[in-house]
């Protein structure tokens, strides 16, 4: 099975040592976002755990802990994009989180990891013409680092509205641009643009619109194939495998004004407060009238077709 920590929050950059208590203890457990008394219990083994799946702003904090996670096959998604505090408040330097990630893929193998360029939005001060140099400037470091870059479109849901209200989508005219100029300087540095959820709109332009975080990208990173039981989706525009994550709602501290995963500023102070690192759940504590259930686990591999060239 696959394990996702990073699509509720930000694992690694906030709750570190957290999850390697959970890797440490063998379970994690995981409230339902939308009934909170129904918590599933995972078990995390490498028996059962064939990829463990990051997405982060900052891989940094987890750094000390990647012992812990030798064992099991791993895939990194490192978001590096060219805004400044007044978007992303607490993301680290950019340099920084580029020098992060040469270290995390040093460590973890080219195949591992890749880098997100998203969600793309313009303004007076983010024009065309900035996200293009700035992306070349981040492509020239971070070549031979990764062979992959996503890029996707600011969507405007109504969390992203509320804290960014004065965000626009951007039109097709300039999501061509950006997606055309992107493949080409992903070319000269040897890094393929893959598309998020943005359908086929950039595929004529040279994009790789068949999905970011696919059951061919994990097998790839382990080299192994994956006999996985079903396509588990997420939005109606997603080709990626999605499922069991285990973080929550409301707890990334970033702060980001697109966050889709964040209500408000205080709602995740507040949440932060109540995270204890010695608990198995991210938030809070288990508590009495809440209903655990073991979830149904098992490798996918096919140790028959276990060499990928």
Same mark, same amino acid.
């Given at each position: 099975?696959?394990?996702? $920590? ?89 340099? @920084? ?12 193998? =080219?195949?591992? =990891? ?9 303004? !007076?001060?983010? $024009? ?12 020239? @470091?971070?070549?031979?680092? $990764?062979?992959?870059?996503? =890029?996707?479109? @600011? ?59 696919? @059951? ?28 069991? !994550? =285990? ?17 408000? $500023? ?44």
């Amino acid at each position: 099975m696959i394990l996702h $920590t990073g699509l509720r929050t930000d694992i690694p950059a906030f709750y570190s040592e957290w999850f390697a208590n959970r890797i440490k203890a063998g379970y994690v457990m995981v409230r339902n976002p939308y009934n909170p008394v129904q918590i599933t219990k995972y078990r995390i083994s490498p028996d059962v755990v064939d990829v463990i799946a990051f997405c982060t702003k900052n891989p940094a904090p987890f750094l000390p802990y990647m012992d812990c996670i030798k064992d099991y096959g791993q895939y990194w998604f490192v978001t590096i994009t060219p805004y400044g505090k007044e978007i992303e408040p607490n993301v680290p330097d950019k340099d @920084i989180v580029m020098k992060s990630f040469q270290e995390l893929s040093d460590r973890v193998g =080219i195949n591992s =990891i890749g880098w997100r360029y998203d969600p793309i939005f313009l303004s !007076d001060t983010y $024009t065309l013409e900035s996200h293009i140099s700035d992306f070349e400037k981040m492509a020239e @470091i971070l070549a031979g680092y $990764t062979k992959v870059c996503v =890029i996707s479109f @600011i969507d405007l849901y109504k969390k992203v509205l509320r804290n960014f209200s004065e965000v626009r989508t951007v039109a097709k005219e300039d999501r061509i641009t950006l997606g055309t100029e992107f493949v080409r300087i992903g070319k000269k540095y040897g890094i393929t643009i893959k598309t998020c959820a943005e359908g086929d709109e950039l595929a004529p332009y040279g994009a790789d619109c068949s999905g970011c975080m696919t @059951i061919s990208t994990f097998e790839k990173a382990i080299g192994c194939a994956l006999k996985s039981p079903k396509q588990s989706k997420g939005r109606k525009e997603c080709t990626c495998y999605l499922g069991a !994550d =285990i973080g929550a709602y409301n707890t990334c501290g970033h702060l980001c004004k697109y966050c889709y995963a964040n209500y408000d $500023t205080e709602t995740v102070k507040r949440n932060m407060k109540a995270h204890n690192p010695k608990s198995p759940i991210l938030l809070g504590e288990v508590a009495e009238g809440d209903v655990v259930k073991e979830a149904k686990q098992e490798s996918w591999k096919d140790m028959q077709l276990s060499l990928f060239t």
